[in-house]
């Protein structure tokens, strides 16, 4: 059993839980993933790993409720356990030699982009993280970004917080000012990666994209993370989750995504209910 050691809503559907997990944490690396189970009827389902404190033997995962697992999930508290948490799994985020790079999040992906930035940050790059959400009320990370980047961008699609915009249009504006990067990570909705990726492809600039979105498993065996890579079929799970995002088959990638969201919703709806009968008896 796996201890949850502290909780945090970071906005209405992002929750913040680091556990205890020492094993995990010794190894854990930046772009990595781990499988959870919450008891034993769950799923398992893939969470990549948002921060690790090797010392204290911690792991911290920032999930969106968005089905039934991630509900039951949410309603975890300080003190309680989870029964299985595995990993570090997936391959890690290549850092070694990068001198300058930007760092794109956009909404929950932002969580996974946080640690690449706090690495990079750590090793000596420079590092401009660029950030968006829709709206004010879902910013999510803001002063940790902040502390771990030379230059951080926050944007909001309706101007509420930050600059209003999309992620790529600060991307665009940081380029034709005369920055110049190593790479481009992005990390976020899959429309938002497709779109920064043909940004970077028009300055010939070298760019990875995380696919953590489309994993289900985690583990290779449902294929619901196959992708067209460079004419190839990869898996998120064990050939990446990071790929080179001018070789992906995004408009694929969105078109299988789009496949289980009527399942995840139903999913949700059920467990929420579920939840609202234990509460009445």
């Known amino acids: 059993m796996y201890e949850i050691v502290k909780r945090e809503a970071l906005n209405p559907t992002v929750t913040l839980l680091e556990i205890k997990a020492p094993l ?3 190894k854990a690396r930046p772009g990595q993933f781990i499988i959870l189970r919450v008891d034993e009827l769950g799923e398992r389902i893939p969470l990549t790993i948002a921060d690790s404190n090797k010392q204290a033997g911690t ?11 991630t509900e039951k999930l949410n309603h975890i508290m300080v003190g309680d ?10 391959r890690p985020t290549e850092i070694e030699g990068l001198k300058k790079v930007a760092v794109v999040g956009g909404g929950v992906g932002s969580a996974i982009a946080y640690p690449v930035t706090k690495a990079l940050h750590e090793a000596g790059a420079e590092v401009h993280a660029i950030v968006g959400f829709r709206t004010k009320d879902l910013v999510i990370l803001e002063d940790e970004f902040r502390a771990n980047s030379s230059r951080f961008v926050l944007m909001s699609d309706d101007g509420s917080v930050g600059e209003k915009g999309l992620v790529t249009d600060a991307l665009k504006k940081l380029i ?26 028009e300055y010939g ?16 065996m449902c294929g619901g993370c196959r992708l067209t890579v460079g004419g190839k079929t990869k898996f998120a799970c064990v050939d990446g989750p990071e790929f080179d995002a001018h070789e992906i088959d995004f408009d694929e990638a969105m078109e299988r995504a789009a496949m289980y969201r009527t399942f995840e919703r139903e999913q949700h709806e059920e467990t929420c209910n579920l939840f609202k009968q234990e509460v009445k008896e």
């Open 24 to 26: 995990v944490a010794k």
């Open 205 to 220: 600039i070298k760019t990875i994209a995380s696919m953590n979105p489309v994993m289900i498993d985690g583990t290779g």
């Open 59 to 69: 792991v911290t995962i920032i999930f969106q409720v968005v089905g039934g697992t």
């Open 176 to 201: 034709e000012s005369g920055e110049q990067y190593d790479e481009v990570i992005t990390i976020g909705p899959l429309i938002m990666m497709k779109f920064v990726s043909l940004v970077t492809k």
């Open 81 to 90: 356990s989870i029964l299985d948490f595995v990993g570090p799994l997936g």
